[in-house]
């Protein structure tokens, strides 16, 4: 089954106790990851009131004037923390683009409650776990980012154990690089534009996910993500009442010697007399590895026909500076 070209894949699959129905949805995972790397999830078991909470209170956040915003602004480029004003991202540039800044804003978080370690530690983690910034008001913003969080949390584990099957591998395999991640969840405002955008100017840029795989709510709009699979042209993103989409990121691509795709995405401006009515929220989970696991090729993705195509690096070293590329005020070339 498929939406808009993307594929629907039903989880409970995974919980059967049937092998073959458990296997045949492994290998249905592979195809789609090795064909266009964006699927729709259903029964992923994440509350419908979960979901809610958040989506209500961060409108409630987005409608604040924007003085009340800027108290938690995010106090440096290369942390993904707080609130980060239009004009301070452009998602492009962290693959070599340049073009106007994404039409958007942002709030984001990640992990809380960190043990005070030396693995957590500044000196070491720097910016994977930077303190958290909570708003005054609404007051609701944070017990329902901490829960939503918590909930994506076990799914993004869940989708793991999958997609580690998918892979040939054991269905625990990805577990050790998961058990310290420094994930982030960003919930994604896009105003309905009320003047013509700057040539070249997107909601957000071209680009693809710098970490393992990210999850998203996404929102049905004018002006929305659009997704450009391997040798084809633009497609628009479903958006499915009780599913997320799901995509693969950087990380994986190269975990898996580009066996999976990481697919180039964007979110689109709406047409002229829809814009209006256009006003759009995605709140995205971005899993992030233990910013000291290794990234290099999976045993089951090489061999003596197909070798390893990168070098070994870090999620730190391949992360951190690519996310800085795409931060900051845009300065026009």
């Not at 950087?250 to 814009?275: C, F, G, I, K, Q």
């Not at 992030?288 to 070798?307: G, K, L, M």
């Amino acid at each position: 089954m498929a939406t808009n070209g993307i594929p629907v894949l039903d989880l409970e699959r995974f919980e059967s106790a049937d092998p073959a129905v458990v296997a045949a949805a492994a290998r249905e995972l592979d195809d789609i990851c090795r064909e266009i790397g964006f699927l729709v999830i259903s029964n992923h078991g994440v509350s419908e009131e979960t979901q809610a909470a958040l989506y209500d209170a961060a409108h409630a956040f987005f409608d604040l004037p924007l003085e009340a915003k800027m108290t938690v602004r995010r106090p440096h480029h290369d942390q993904n923390r707080g609130y980060i004003p239009y004009g301070e991202e452009t998602l492009a540039r962290m693959h070599g683009g340049d073009t106007p800044p994404d039409f958007k804003e942002v709030f984001a978080i990640g992990p809380f409650d960190r043990p005070a370690d030396r693995y957590h530690s500044e000196e070491l983690s720097y910016p994977n776990f930077a303190p958290n910034l909570w708003p005054s008001a609404p007051p609701a913003l944070e017990p329902a980012m901490r829960a939503y969080f918590l909930a994506l949390e076990d799914l993004s584990r869940r989708l793991a154990r999958h997609l580690a099957l998918a892979l040939g591998l054991p269905a625990g395999w990805f577990a050790d690089k998961l058990d310290r991640h420094a994930s982030q969840l960003r919930l994604l405002h896009y105003p309905a534009p009320s003047r013509e955008l700057e040539p070249g100017q997107l909601r957000c840029g071209v680009h693809t996910d710098l970490g393992m795989m990210t999850i998203l709510r996404n929102e049905a709009a004018a002006g929305g993500l659009q997704v450009r699979p391997r040798e084809s042209d633009w497609i628009d993103a479903p958006a499915v009442d009780g599913t997320f989409i799901v995509n693969i990121g950087d990380l994986l691509m190269r975990w898996t010697n580009d066996r999976w795709v990481s697919t180039p995405h964007r979110v689109a401006v709406p047409e002229a007399e829809v814009r209006s009515r256009s006003r759009r929220l995605s709140i995205g989970y971005f899993t992030r590895p233990n910013y000291d696991a290794p990234i290099e090729c999976i045993s089951t993705c090489q061999d003596a026909a197909n070798p390893a195509r990168y070098a070994p690096t870090t999620v730190k070293v391949y992360n951190d500076r690519r996310f800085a590329r795409g931060a900051g005020p845009h300065q026009p070339a």
